[in-house]
């Protein structure tokens, strides 16, 4: 549980296409995050998923029809609404998209739709030329137009067999844009670079030295600072993870493309967290050919890279500057070294060994340091919830009064 939904109640609109199947996923999600979810389902959602599943999954029952028999909620259209903090259409077909930007109520959820007054977000999944119809784009531009906050569906092979857009995202996108639309924008304008992930020091062109980082906490927080309104640049090494949205993102592969990207894009960013774990060695040569088994004992000879926050230290000029530093020993001593040598802000600090805290994990064990001498011991969390802690901790302390931290 990382509690980011904690006390907020949503409404899910669950809609009759393949993708159907995500929303239960989704649902779980969204309860993992402590909100309250109420589900409605057309009936022809109920052909695809069961209304049993997303009854146990929330624990509520599910609405198809606002006339069911013995229910003496009848008014659950006005009630769900008036108390939603946020109402998410996942799947939503073109059907209910072109009821509601018809004001049509024909049912239970168009009914709802045509009540609700809290934000309302609407995924429309469905097949590519299906949502590529003139009708159906000129739909989805008047729920756009009426403020209704439209979640793309992304390209690729569809159930159906054709291939185009029209893919319900993963249900831990559409939920990180219901996170994005109830979080405060605490760090709008705040320009934001964020390093994530490993770099690679080629040996030969097959080869290559590095470590195990895959960016998890990186991306976790690039993806809380745009939550929370910042305009984010994440510089990231090789990583497996999808760039959250609305980041840009730029890929790179070794310590100096890092360095010369982020050196870069510095000059214009007021924050620089630099969770990446850089290669501080790379080999003096790299081999034109794969190099061949020879010898019983090779020996590689490496130089230094340069370190880019201690670069960054030296030319601060009022920007807040964050390192990580992951540690085998001696956390506190190493930590506030490096916090020291190289001129920052804040170092987040953990020690690795424990598979609940260090590089492939979800969760991480961290204590942030500060300049002043303090500093504050977290307990293990998931890694989203470790990036808004830092963030909201750079808001209190380090930017000017009137911003204002979100939670914890
Ligand atoms: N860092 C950097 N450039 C490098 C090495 C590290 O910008 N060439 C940054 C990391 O992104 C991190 C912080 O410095 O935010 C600390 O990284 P770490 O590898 O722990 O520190 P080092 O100074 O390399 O010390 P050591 O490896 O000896 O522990």
Not at 264 to 270: D, G, H, I, L, N
Not at 272 to 282: L, P, Q
Not at 358 to 371: I, K, M, P
């Amino acid at each position: 549980m990382t509690d980011r939904l904690k006390s907020k109640n949503v409404v899910l609109g669950v809609c009759g296409g393949i993708a159907a199947y995500k929303s239960a996923e989704l649902l779980r999600l969204l309860i993992k995050q402590g909100a309250a979810v109420r589900v409605f389902m057309t009936r022809n959602a109920q052909q695809f998923v069961g209304w049993m599943t997303f009854q146990a999954l929330s624990g509520v029952p599910v609405c198809s029809d606002l006339f069911e028999k013995g229910d003496v909620a009848s008014f659950k259209h006005i009630d769900w609404a008036a108390e939603a903090d946020i109402v998410v259409v996942a799947p939503a077909t073109a059907n209910i998209i072109g009821k509601m930007a018809n004001g049509i109520a024909d049912d239970a959820l168009s009914t709802f739709m045509t009540v609700v007054r809290s934000p309302a977000m609407v995924c429309p999944s469905m097949n590519a030329n299906m949502f590529q119809n003139p009708a159906v784009q000129r739909n989805i531009k008047t729920l756009a137009d009426d403020g209704i906050l439209i979640v793309e569906p992304s390209a690729g092979d569809l159930a159906c067999g054709t291939v185009g857009p029209g893919r319900l995202p993963e249900p831990e996108q559409i939920l990180d844009r219901v996170i994005a639309c109830l979080t405060p924008k605490d760090l709008r304008d705040k320009r934001v670079l964020v390093t994530a992930g490993p770099t690679r020091e080629p040996i030969d062109p097959v080869r290559f030295v590095s470590n195990p980082s895959t960016g998890k906490m990186g991306y976790a927080v690039a993806r809380a600072a745009e939550q929370r309104g910042a305009s984010v640049t994440l510089i990231t090494g090789p990583s497996e993870l999808p760039v959250p949205a609305t980041v840009t993102a730029i890929h790179v592969t070794t310590a100096e493309e890092m360095a010369r990207a982020v050196l870069e894009c510095a000059e214009t960013s007021e924050i620089v967290i630099k969770t990446a774990a850089v290669s501080d060695y790379r080999p003096t040569r790299v081999a034109e050919q794969k190099l061949k088994k020879g010898e019983d004992q090779i020996s590689l000879q490496l130089e230094k890279t340069d370190d880019i926050l201690m670069q960054l230290g030296r030319k601060k000029q009022g920007k807040v500057l964050v390192g990580f530093a992951a540690e085998t020993e001696d956390l506190n001593q190493n930590a506030r070294q490096k916090l020291e040598g190289k001129n920052l802000d804040i170092i987040v600090g953990n020690l690795i060994g424990n598979p609940a805290s260090g590089f492939a994990s979800d969760t991480n064990q961290v204590t942030l340091f500060f300049r002043d001498g303090t500093q504050e011991v977290l307990p293990e969390m998931e890694k989203d919830a470790v990036a808004h802690i830092l963030l909201n901790r750079i808001a209190e302390r380090l930017l000017p009064a009137g911003e204002q931290p979100v939670g914890q």
